[in-house]
C-alpha cells in the first residue's frame, strides 16, 4: 500500500471508542494498542495495524514514534477563544479575596474584557486569536470550540464570531463556534435584563443565515440570567435550529445542570456546585457534562465538581480548559488533565476519554474528531511519554513530541537534541 504519512513504532497506542459519548463506569475502559502503525492519505486515517505490517507500505513522508505514546489530537469544546486585551491588573484583587461575581458587580471582569474587544479592530482579535491557536496546538489541541459574549451589542458579537471564522478559516485547528451574546448584563440594561435578551435573541435569525454559530450557550449565574431567563432564551434558540449549552452551576448552584437536561442541550458546562438532583438528572440525560477544573482552580475555590458521583451515577464526561481572560487563563489542556486527576479524582482512562471522544461529542464533532479509525481525520499526537498514565503525572509542562492535524505536521518539539 502507498500512503502519504505512515506513522510507525507506536509503542502505545490510544484508538478510543468510535461510538460515543462514552458514559458512566464505561469511561474507565480503555483499549490500549502495542506495536502499532498508522497510514494517513488525503488527510485521513485508512488503515492501522501492527508495525510488522506497516513496514511494507510505501509513503510520501514517514514519522517514527520511537515506541512513544500515540493518541488522537486533544478536543477542547469551551474556550472564550476571542477576546481584546488581558486582565492582570485584576490578579491582586483576587488576592484579597474580592469573589468573582464581584468583580463583575463593579463594571470589572468580563465587563471590562467586553469594552478592551470593543476598542479592537477585527484584525487586532484575529492576530491574537492565531497566537492563541498556535499555542494550543502545540499543546496537542488539534480541534477547539470557540465562543463570542465579550461583544454584549449587535455589532461587536458579530464582530466576534466573524473573527472566529476567519480564525477556523486560516488556522488548520478546527473551530466550532458558539454564540454567547447571553454572557453578562451591561450597565446600560442593569434593570432590565428581559429586555436584554431579547436583543440577543432578535440576533439568533441573522446569526443562523450567516452561519455564524452551531450552538448558542448562556451564563446561568447569580446577578447574571437565571434559570427561567435561560430556560426561555434557549428554547428559542432551539426553535432557531441551534443546538444549546449552558454555564451551569460553576459558582452559586442554580439549577443550570437541572436545565441542561430538561431542555436536551448538547453540553451541561462547568458542573461546579451541582446538586444532587442535577447530577441525576445529567446522568440520565443525553446531555454531556464538560467539567472546567481549572476554572475552579484558577478562581481559588475549593469546591471542585463531583466527577466521581457523576461517572458514577452513568453521565458522559467531557473536560476542557474554559480558556479566558479572567477565570482560567491557560491554553494548557494538558494541565487541566492533571488538574482532573488531582482534584477531580478522575482516572487517566476516565480522563483519556474526556479529553477526545466525548469533548469531540460535546461539541457536535464524535463523527471526525476525537478518535483514531479508518475514515477520521488524521489529527494524531505522538507524545514523549511511555503511556498514556505519564501526561497528567508529570504535569505544568508540554508532553507534545509530534503533532498531525489532517495528516499535516503541525507542530514538532525542538529540542536541543532531537
Ligand atoms: O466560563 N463564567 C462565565 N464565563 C467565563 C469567564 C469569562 C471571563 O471571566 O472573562 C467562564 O468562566
Ligand atoms: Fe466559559
Known amino acids: 500500500m502507498h500512503v502519504d504519512l505512515l506513522i510507525t513504532n507506536i509503542g502505545e497506542l490510544l484508538p478510543m471508542a468510535q461510538q460515543g459519548p462514552v458514559k458512566?463506569?464505561?469511561?474507565?475502559?480503555?483499549?490500549?494498542?502495542?506495536?502499532?502503525?498508522?497510514?494517513?492519505?488525503?488527510?485521513?486515517?485508512?488503515?492501522?495495524?501492527?508495525?510488522?505490517?506497516?513496514k511494507g507500505f510505501t509513503a510520501e513522508k514517514t514519522v517514527d514514534a520511537e515506541n512513544k505514546l500515540v493518541t488522537p489530537g486533544l478536543v477542547d469544546?469551551?474556550?472564550?477563544?476571542?477576546?481584546?486585551?488581558?486582565?492582570?491588573?485584576?490578579?491582586?484583587?483576587?488576592?484579597?479575596?474580592?469573589?468573582?461575581?464581584?468583580?463583575?458587580?463593579?463594571?470589572?471582569?468580563?465587563?471590562?474584557?467586553?469594552?478592551?474587544?470593543?476598542?479592537?479592530?477585527?484584525?487586532?482579535?484575529?492576530?491574537?486569536a492565531l497566537f492563541h491557536l498556535?499555542?494550543?496546538?502545540?499543546?496537542?489541541?488539534?480541534?477547539?470550540?470557540?465562543?463570542?459574549?465579550?461583544?454584549?451589542?449587535?455589532?461587536?458579537?458579530?464582530?466576534q464570531l466573524e473573527v472566529v471564522r476567519a480564525a477556523n478559516e486560516k488556522h488548520p485547528i478546527d473551530i466550532v463556534s458558539t454564540f454567547l451574546g447571553a454572557h453578562a448584563i451591561p450597565p446600560a440594561y442593569k434593570e432590565n435584563s428581559d429586555l436584554f435578551l431579547d436583543k440577543m435573541a432578535?440576533?439568533?435569525?441573522?446569526?443562523?443565515?450567516?452561519?455564524?454559530?452551531?450552538?448558542?450557550?448562556?451564563?446561568?449565574?447569580?446577578?447574571?440570567f437565571t434559570v427561567a431567563q435561560s430556560r426561555k432564551f434557549l428554547q428559542t434558540a432551539k426553535e432557531h435550529g441551534f443546538a444549546v449549552k449552558i454555564h451551569a452551576d460553576e459558582i452559586d448552584p442554580l439549577g443550570g445542570t437541572e436545565l441542561a437536561a430538561d431542555i436536551g442541550a448538547v453540553s451541561a458546562d462547568h458542573l461546579a456546585v451541582t446538586s444532587d438532583e442535577g447530577i441525576e438528572k445529567l446522568a440520565n440525560?443525553?446531555?454531556?457534562?464538560?467539567?472546567?477544573?481549572?476554572?475552579?482552580?484558577?478562581?481559588?475555590?475549593?469546591?471542585?465538581?463531583?466527577?466521581?458521583?457523576?461517572?458514577?451515577?452513568?453521565?458522559?464526561?467531557?473536560?476542557?480548559?474554559?480558556?479566558n481572560p479572567g477565570s482560567c487563563v491557560t491554553e494548557n489542556l494538558q494541565l487541566i488533565m492533571s488538574i482532573a486527576a488531582l482534584r477531580l479524582k478522575m482516572s487517566p482512562a476516565e480522563i483519556w476519554h474526556a479529553v477526545t471522544v466525548n469533548a469531540a461529542h460535546a461539541i457536535h464533532r464524535g463523527d471526525v474528531a476525537g478518535t483514531i479509525a479508518v475514515g477520521r481525520n488524521a489529527d494524531i499526537v505522538i507524545w514523549d511519554a511511555p503511556n498514556h498514565l505519564y501526561i497528567p503525572y508529570h504535569y505544568g509542562v508540554n508532553h507534545t513530541n509530534t503533532v498531525i492535524k489532517n495528516g499535516n505536521v503541525l507542530y514538532e518539539r525542538q529540542g536541543i537534541f532531537r
Open 24 to 54: 458512566g463506569k464505561q469511561m474507565n475502559e480503555l483499549t490500549v494498542l502495542h506495536d502499532m502503525a498508522i497510514g494517513v492519505k488525503d488527510g485521513k486515517i485508512i488503515w492501522i495495524g501492527p508495525r510488522q505490517e506497516g
Open 77 to 128: 469544546p469551551h474556550t472564550h477563544l476571542v477576546f481584546g486585551g488581558s486582565r492582570e491588573r485584576e490578579m491582586s484583587l483576587k488576592q484579597q479575596g474580592v469573589p468573582y461575581l464581584e468583580i463583575l458587580k463593579q463594571g470589572g471582569g468580563i465587563l471590562s474584557t467586553v469594552a478592551s474587544t470593543k476598542q479592537a479592530s477585527d484584525e487586532e482579535l484575529l492576530k491574537k
Open 134 to 159: 498556535d499555542r494550543m496546538a502545540s499543546y496537542g489541541i488539534t480541534t477547539i470550540e470557540g465562543k463570542s459574549g465579550y461583544g454584549l451589542d449587535r455589532e461587536t458579537e458579530l464582530k
Open 202 to 224: 432578535a440576533m439568533f435569525a441573522e446569526i443562523k443565515e450567516k452561519d455564524l454559530a452551531e450552538f448558542v450557550d448562556i451564563f446561568t449565574e447569580t446577578g447574571v
Open 285 to 323: 440525560s443525553e446531555t454531556i457534562g464538560v467539567i472546567l477544573p481549572g476554572t475552579t482552580f484558577y478562581l481559588g475555590s475549593n469546591e471542585y465538581a463531583r466527577a466521581r458521583e457523576m461517572i458514577d451515577a452513568g453521565a458522559a464526561i467531557a473536560i476542557a480548559t474554559d480558556f
